[in-house]
């Protein structure tokens, strides 16, 4: 990645910029990441020569941007080791992902009695919709603890799934503590009680190498735009035979097969849930963003990040007043920090570091009942991507003792 510093930070145009009379430095990744300008070009590219609505027409403009979309489905099926690209949906984001999960699926087969199982530190695109299954089966949430490094307790897990459980649905990386989650152990736990397991891998899928096989999990949810690709586009994964028992949500053109005045048959699996005209340009361009990733390495962008945080979280500890959430260890963090400066509310020191040029995010993180469970209201959370670098979090480092200097 060293070698390579220079090069990639040319591909990203936004970085070369000065905010507040100071040069950007952007660690706000985990909300979304900036984009490379093949990326970009693929967008323009897309629009100037095969613009063309995909699968309904024969002439060279649809042929050419069918099989563009198309070949995003094969890259996303290598990317995470996928049995085939059927099992590849396409969405808005890891939001519409997970609700289409709760709704297409489990709603169909839960009932009265029945648990569904998630963790505390879950974002609200993993609460919410199980919350609206729930009030329309009879089914019950349980929360599952965290041990001190904010990782789901697996000894407290193997109380808690039983058989009343049949889904078990959780994030292998933590948007707030930056905790990577047992997936392959909590799978097999679910397994073992006859329960499915959905994952939320927004923030896992870009950051690091993701097998599903390996993994033996039953569903994946991830985003475009928190992996280099464009904002409304995502990827909804399921085992074919599941993906098959998913009753669709959205009706109407291009998801249908025949059309009766009475009734009307879907097209298989995954056509059947892409109902209307897809974003078709922005997961062009999320193939892409999938080229650039796999082009570094998900293993090198996971090196990459450690070492980060083997680099950066030592003299953020040493800051006076800095409080850390999550671990402390480096070998148990990706790549985000969640943090606070004693006596400073978060939006405060989120300004002050804006003033210095330094992106980083605010506030409760879309992770209310973990806010609540740490005992805060809100904390500043900086979180770091394959373009950031060493320079980019010493200056993290000196904003904040400049922060901490200036209030007091």
């Known amino acids: 990645m060293d070698k390579m510093k220079n090069e990639i930070l040319a591909d990203f145009k936004i970085l070369d910029q000065t905010v507040n009379g100071e040069p950007l430095v952007y660690l706000d990744n985990a909300a979304t990441t900036q984009k490379p300008q093949a990326v970009i070009k693929s967008l323009v ?18 042929q050419r941007a069918t099989n563009a979309y198309e070949a995003t489905r094969q890259k996303v099926k290598k990317l995470i080791n996928a049995d085939s690209e059927r099992e590849v949906v396409y969405t808005k984001g890891t939001t519409e992902s997970l609700n289409w999960i709760a709704r297409g699926y ?17 974002h609200h695109s993993n609460i919410v919709p199980w919350q609206q299954v729930c009030e329309k089966t009879g089914a019950k949430l349980v929360y599952l603890d965290l041990n001190a490094d904010g990782q789901v307790d697996l000894k407290k897990a193997e109380h808690l799934i039983t058989e009343k459980t049949k889904i078990v649905s959780l994030a292998q990386v933590s948007n707030v503590l930056g905790a990577v989650n047992p997936i392959k152990e909590l799978a097999q736990l679910a397994h ?7 994952v939320d891998g927004a923030q896992s899928v870009p950051h690091m190498p993701v097998d599903v096989k390996e993994l033996d999990i039953d569903f994946l949810a991830f985003s475009g735009h928190k992996m280099l690709g464009p904002t409304g586009t995502g990827i909804l994964w399921g085992k074919l035979e599941l993906l098959n028992q998913m009753a669709p949500l959205d009706f109407g053109g291009e998801m ?10 879907f097209k298989e699996v995954p056509w059947k849930f892409e109902g209307g005209t897809q974003n078709i340009a922005g997961v062009i361009a999320l193939g892409k963003a999938i080229d650039y990733l796999k082009a570094i390495g998900l293993a090198n962008i996971a090196q990459h990040e450690t070492e980060l945080m083997e680099y950066v979280l030592p003299k953020l500890q040493a800051i006076d007043g800095f409080e850390l959430y999550g671990s402390a260890d480096p070998a148990k ?8 400066l004693a006596g400073l509310h978060p939006h405060d020191t989120a300004t002050a570091l804006d003033m210095e040029g330094v992106a980083i995010r605010a506030g409760h993180h879309c992770a209310q009942p973990l806010m609540k469970k740490l005992q805060i209201a809100a904390s500043a959370r900086a979180s770091f991507y ?9 200056k993290l480092v000196e904003a904040l003792i400049k922060t901490r200097e200036f209030f007091r």
């Open 106 to 122: 489990a709603q169909k087969f839960l009932q009265p009695g029945d648990e569904i199982v998630l963790s505390y530190a879950e």
């Open 192 to 198: 073992q009680n006859g329960a499915i397991m959905v």
């Open 45 to 62: 590219d897309y629009y100037e020569h095969d613009n063309a609505n995909v699968h309904r027409g024969v002439h060279t403009l649809a």
């Open 386 to 394: 394959l373009y950031n670098t060493k320079e980019d979090a010493d």
């Open 333 to 340: 963090h990706a790549g985000i920090i969640s943090f606070n």
């Open 256 to 265: 249908i097969d025949f059309v009766e005045l009475e009734h009307s048959t």
